[in-house]
């Protein structure tokens, strides 16, 4: 084989790979459906008929139940303010404690400040990065209210042992699915494993329509309150008639007819799209696992996994060189994605720091400057953010776990094969990468 290209030498390829497109004549000709109509949002923040959305959000909200086997899905702009609406659904108040994940998006962790709970970071697995049962059980008090799990990666959370620890303790599990719409634990679909769940319509996600969220869960009142704090809960309650209005500060988290009937076009498509992404996963697996210092991450028994992004790890033991390291030489030998070259090749060394090394948690400065909510009169816990606290986390992200995103939907075998030369040709030459 030829030099390595951090070398001077010729590079695996020069290409860049294909663009992720999720959209095509279908969401245009939706799209064109409710511009033809000419009603983009058919929202009204009081309590009336239209206090529900249009037509479009009500049949997505129908759809997305009826594919998901839940009973209640609504829909939101965003899964960041699907989570808050969960938040406040579950009922969560200031010196409430949440348990969250370290290893996500840092919504799924903000989620929890924002009716004014304190985020308690648990550790995760070491296999699967999703939240730790026996690290969660070891977090929780008195004041602890709910737990956010995340199916990071597209990967299920360990949902046997955490609902069994959450029953036990009278505590709601949240479950962010942004990263794993169509995964499945057992007989159940990721997002409805626990009390109530989230997906995300961003443009990364499986399916998108820009920018959006679905809320869904089996309960009728906390769907009730995610309806409320979408749009101006404050101002419904009273003519509505709620007894019960707590964290009832409503939002506009209200998802427009065009997202929606973008959404709906999507979530057509899924299927397709996550039996591809799985096929092209397990392909690349197939091939990488032969190199003997990376092992593609296993898959939880009795789930599925959706790869939102593929995640590996590396033993540099084995390899003699570090996981950046050797990761700078694969780049070199690979190429940006289209419409996105400036973010480079799309292979990373680790996830993100453990979020608690963030300034909110190392400052403990949210609301105001005074602490809120982690300290004062109504919090009658300690909370930590020390470097140690999650010693999983700090290594796989330190040393060991890589991601790949060059195996989605618009990926070809031999963009695939590409991919998987520039591994093997780093390995064989791994005593250069230095
Ligand atoms: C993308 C993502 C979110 C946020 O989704 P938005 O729709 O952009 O708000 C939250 N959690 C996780 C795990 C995500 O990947």
Not at 205 to 212: D, F, N, P, V, W
Request: aromatic share 10%; proline share 4%; charged share 25%.
């Amino acid at each position: 084989m030829s030099r390595l290209a951090i070398k001077g030498g010729k590079p695996v390829r020069r290409k860049p790979f294909p663009f992720y497109k999720t959209v095509g004549p279908e969401e245009k000709r939706a799209v064109m459906r409710v511009i033809d109509k000419g009603i983009l949002s058919d929202f009204l923040g009081s309590w009336h008929k239209r206090f529900y959305g249009g037509h479009e959000v009500r049949r997505l909200e129908e759809e997305w139940s009826r594919y998901f086997k839940v009973k209640h899905a609504i829909a939101v702009n965003s899964c960041t303010s699907g989570l808050y609406c969960a938040v406040a659904a579950v009922g969560v108040e200031p010196g409430d404690e949440v348990i969250v994940s370290p290893y996500t998006m840092s919504a799924s962790a903000t989620a929890a400040l924002i009716f004014n709970g304190v985020p308690i970071f648990a550790d995760i697995e070491n296999d699967y990065f999703c939240l730790d049962p026996a690290s969660v059980a070891s977090r929780i008090t008195k004041r602890t209210k709910a737990i956010i799990t995340v199916d990071l990666f597209g990967q299920p959370y360990d949902a046997a042992k955490i609902n069994r620890i959450a029953r036990s303790k009278g505590l709601f599990v949240i479950e962010d699915a942004a990263q794993a719409p169509g995964a499945r634990y057992k007989d159940r679909y990721a997002g409805t494993l626990g009390d109530i769940g989230v997906y995300s319509l961003n443009c990364h996600k499986h399916i998108q329509c820009g920018e959006g969220g679905v809320v869904v869960t089996n309960d009728a009142r906390l769907a009730e309150k995610v309806r409320l704090v979408r749009n101006h809960a404050e101002a419904v309650v009273g003519k509505k008639g709620e007894k019960d209005i707590v964290n009832m500060i409503g939002y506009n988290f209200r998802m427009t007819e065009l997202e929606a009937a973008v959404s709906r076009e999507q979530l057509k498509k899924l299927r397709r799209f996550v039996h591809r992404r799985i096929e092209n996963c397990n392909y690349i697996a197939s091939k990488l696992d032969k190199i003997p210092a990376i092992s593609s991450s296993p898959t939880r028994n009795g789930a599925r996994h959706v790869y939102y992004l593929q995640p590996f790890k590396f033993d540099q033991r084995i390899a003699g060189v570090h996981r950046d390291k050797f990761l700078n030489a694969v780049r070199a030998e690979l190429a940006p994605t289209r419409l996105s070259e400036g973010l480079g090749v799309r292979i990373w060394s680790g996830y993100c720091s453990p979020l608690y090394t963030q300034p909110v948690y190392q400052k403990k400065i949210a609301y105001g400057k005074k602490g809120f909510p982690f300290m004062g009169a109504h919090y009658k816990g300690k909370v930590s953010y020390s470097q140690g606290i999650c010693p999983n986390v700090e290594r796989i992200q330190k040393d060991e776990l890589f991601l790949n995103d060059l195996m989605h939907t618009s990926f070809t075998k031999k963009d695939l094969n590409d991919v998987i030369a520039a591994f093997e040709k780093v390995w064989e030459h791994r005593k250069e990468v230095v």
